[in-house]
């Protein structure tokens, strides 16, 4: 549970984070060939150029994902996040909530962070969240 534990183990010291921006292409049929190949260049155009890397780094002030890009990111909390992925001290964030997580799960946190429910509701809130849905399969 990524809220702060009284516990020391291999993650203490580390960061939980992960990808916060994520791009798909669309392959249904309300999508033309014409449309994704336009999708797949913009993509392309974010990686690879130089203007899409500076995008990325600097006017958006976020972490590249990829290795190519070595604009620096102009964002203090962007560059102090990617001390912990340089260090190797970033716990990779879990990427199967299903789409009602935030909404249900966040009002949890959100009366436990206002004192309304203490730390053990919280975490059976939680488990009673999780033991009534699925993970959505990526």
Same mark, same amino acid.
């Given at each position: ?31 033309? $060939? ?11 155009? %974010?990686?690879?150029?130089? &203007?899409?890397? !500076? /995008? ?43 789409? $009602? ?11 436990? %962070?206002?004192?309304?429910? &203490?730390?053990? !509701? /919280? ?16």
């Amino acid at each position: 549970m990524p809220v702060p534990q009284n516990v020391q183990d291999d993650y203490t010291g580390c960061l939980v984070g992960g990808g916060s921006k994520y791009f798909y292409i669309d392959g249904s049929e309300n999508t033309s $060939d014409e449309q994704r190949q336009a999708a797949s260049d913009f993509l392309n155009w %974010l990686v690879d150029s130089e &203007d899409g890397q !500076t /995008l990325v780094s600097d006017t958006c002030g976020m972490i590249s994902a990829f290795s190519n890009n070595t604009v620096t990111c102009t964002n203090d909390l962007g560059n102090a996040v990617k001390k912990y992925v340089d260090e190797g001290k970033l716990v990779p964030n879990y990427d199967f909530d299903p789409d $009602d997580h935030y909404s249900k799960v966040g009002a949890y946190m959100q009366e436990y %962070l206002a004192g309304r429910i &203490d730390r053990a !509701t /919280l975490a059976g809130n939680i488990e009673d969240y999780w033991s009534s849905t699925t993970p959505v399969e990526r």
